[in-house]
Each structure stands twice: as C-alpha cells, then as structure tokens.
C-alpha cells in the first residue's frame, strides 16, 4: 500500500492536464505518519507522500559537479509520471523509482494508479491530511 495526501494528488493531477500533451516526470518525497499532528492510524514510520520536487531543481549543479542537490537527503524514493499516451502503467521509458504514481488524460482519480519499479500495481491510498509545517531555518 501507497500513502498519498489529498492536496498533493490534486496539484499533481492538475500539473499533469495542465502540461499535456507533454509529459511530466517529478520526483515524490514522503514524510513520516508519526511527523503528523493529526493520527493517521497508521504505524508512525510509514512514509506518506506529501511533496514533489520540480525536475529543474539542482540540474546545473548535478551537470558541472555530478551532486545530486535537487533532492531532499533521505527523500526522492517515488516518481510521479504523465503518460498523456493513455497507457496507465510502467513504461521502459520511464524513471524508475521504488514506487511510481502514474495518471493518464483526463488526470482525474480515476485515471491514476501506484507501480513498484517493475510494474506491478500497489494499492494507493488518498489520506485527507495535512503534512506538518516545514520552515528553513534563519
């Protein structure tokens, strides 16, 4: 099973009709259940997937110096991918990631499913719940 948020699905899915007919390939991150100020109900170390990071981020840092600084250390274990070609599943083309969150047209509920890395469906589990607030510090 796949946790996600409500809020995060619903950017996601908007990203993706907004984007078509190109696609969209975005890394996942998850924060922990027990981090959240409301109870889940689930064990407090299962990720629940609550943010994405845009592909732009850190890329001319990781073309001249090969570091990866566009994702969170201990993050990034989760792939969100638009397939505007309509196939709801694991392509050969796509990123691969532990865990992948595929939708297709119309980018609705309906058309979105969870894949491990190799395309096998998860069950994906929408939570209406609210990650805690993050700040940088000063």
């Known amino acids: 099973m796949i946790y996600i948020t409500r ?7 908007d990203h993706a009709a907004e984007r078509s007919p190109a696609s969209v390939n975005l890394q996942l ?11 889940l109900g689930l064990p407090p170390e299962t990720p629940v997937i609550t943010h994405f990071t845009l592909s732009e ?3 001319s840092v990781n073309a001249v110096f090969g570091v990866d600084l566009g994702t969170p ?12 070609d309509g196939f709801l599943g694991v392509s ?10 595929v939708t297709v047209p119309p980018y609705d509920d309906d058309h979105v499913a969870a894949f491990d890395r190799s395309g096998e469906g998860i069950e994906l589990v929408v939570l209406d719940a609210v990650p805690p607030e993050e700040s940088v510090p000063e």
Not at 29 to 36: I, K, L
């Open 7 to 13: 809020d995060l699905l619903t950017v996601l899915l």
């Open 29 to 39: 991150s998850a924060t922990p259940a027990g981090e959240f100020d409301a109870n």
């Open 57 to 59: 981020v850190g890329r």
């Open 73 to 84: 250390a201990g993050r990034g274990r989760a792939r969100f991918l638009s397939h505007p």
């Open 92 to 101: 050969e083309t796509d990123d691969l990631a532990a865990v992948m969150v």
